[in-house]
């Protein structure tokens, strides 16, 4: 089968690499070579993420930058431990390179509907994100706006993973070292807050900006990133709501559903079946979020949506390690009802 990849961030440069095997495939990246950057904090749970890569022969643990111990998560103004469950960062700018390395991929590609060729392949896969650029645009879409430093200290802030959730469960503030004396500090909120919290820690801290990026992020559960594909084009990843809404965590469900796609390579119909129903719970996520956003979740309304705010511990719980981290139902209820 001949097959396009339109990006190759995640999803994208999983699938050249794997497809590639056993297809004739192209893959195409909106970046220039030189000027490839692999955006979001680098941060993802270690044994889901070595269990993805060890199927492709690649271990993971050579792109490893930093295994945490806790995440220092702040509420209220006051700093509590949570424990972690293999959260590591990693090399993603690397990885994602070596995944497309001696591969048929072309960097510096701005891909149109209207431009590309798409009658010549007979399988077209979109997996650009927020952008969908193949595919029609979403009505309903939750974007929260993000930037993020990679910033150079001469000594680190914190030796472990910092977390401070906004008001509202509208976003929050991290900060993620990597390797030597290197961290990503980043913000994302709905209510556009994330600026001045980012300028007040780098104020406090110092340090050299060795980096900016900033990019908004979809928290549309894949429910409501339909449709998934079009003629001969499918979605993947991030393009249809791969993003798990509580946390903003995209990289792993992104590969997960790329793994989807795979198995499902000849079978399309299939994989929008099961990726629907690997992915049901993020609707549950996304309904809560909605209304905390919206400023509608108080104790009555928390109490209304028990069923869908318990399905979402319970996912998170019984995969404490797939997250990386360890879960707790009061951190979640504080999170959800405490306005900062």
């Not at 199927?55 to 949570?82: A, Q």
């Not at 509208?170 to 030597?180: A, E, I, N, T, V």
């Not at 009061?330 to 009802?337: F, G, S, T, Y």
Request: some cysteine.
């Amino acid at each position: 089968m001949k097959i396009a990849i339109i990006g190759l961030g995640v999803a994208g440069s999983y699938l050249l690499h794997t497809l590639s095997k056993e297809h004739e495939v192209q893959g195409f990246e909106m970046q220039k070579a030189g000027e490839f950057n692999a955006v979001c904090a680098w941060g993802a749970a270690k044994s889901e993420m070595e269990r993805i890569f060890a199927r492709i022969n690649i271990d993971f643990n050579d792109y490893v930058f930093f295994n945490g111990s806790n995440i220092n998560l702040e509420l209220k103004g006051k700093i509590r431990k949570v424990g972690c469950k293999g959260l590591v960062t990693y090399d993603k700018h690397q990885l994602e390179l070596d995944l497309t390395k001696g591969l048929n991929a072309k960097y510096g590609e701005r891909i149109t509907p209207n431009t590309f060729p798409s009658d010549e392949y007979d399988l077209v896969i979109d997996a650009t994100s927020l952008q969908r650029v193949m595919l029609p645009k979403i009505t309903d879409q939750l974007l929260v706006p993000c930037v993020e430093y990679m910033i150079e200290y001469e000594k680190l802030p914190y030796d472990d993973f910092y977390v401070k959730p906004f008001s509202t469960a509208s976003g929050y503030f991290w900060y993620f070292p990597l390797m030597k004396n290197t961290a990503y500090v980043g913000a994302g909120d709905y209510y556009r807050k994330h600026m001045e919290e980012l300028d007040n820690f780098n104020k406090k801290h110092g340090g050299r900006i060795i980096k900016k990026i900033g990019r908004p992020i979809r928290l549309s559960a894949p429910e409501v990133c339909q449709p998934f594909t079009q003629g001969n084009v499918v979605g993947v990843g991030e393009a249809i709501g791969t993003v798990f809404p509580l946390i903003g965590e995209g990289i792993i469900p992104s590969l997960q559903c790329a793994e989807i796609l795979h198995r499902n390579i000849n079978d399309i119909p299939g994989y929008v079946e099961e990726v629907k129903e690997h992915f049901k719970v993020y609707s549950d996520v996304y309904k809560v979020i909605k209304l905390k956003m919206n400023n509608k979740l108080n104790l009555y309304t928390f109490i209304l949506n028990f069923g869908a705010i318990w399905t979402t511990y319970r996912t998170m719980k019984k995969q404490e390690e797939r997250f990386g981290l360890e879960v707790r139902i009061r951190d979640m209820a504080e999170i959800l009802l405490t306005q900062l």
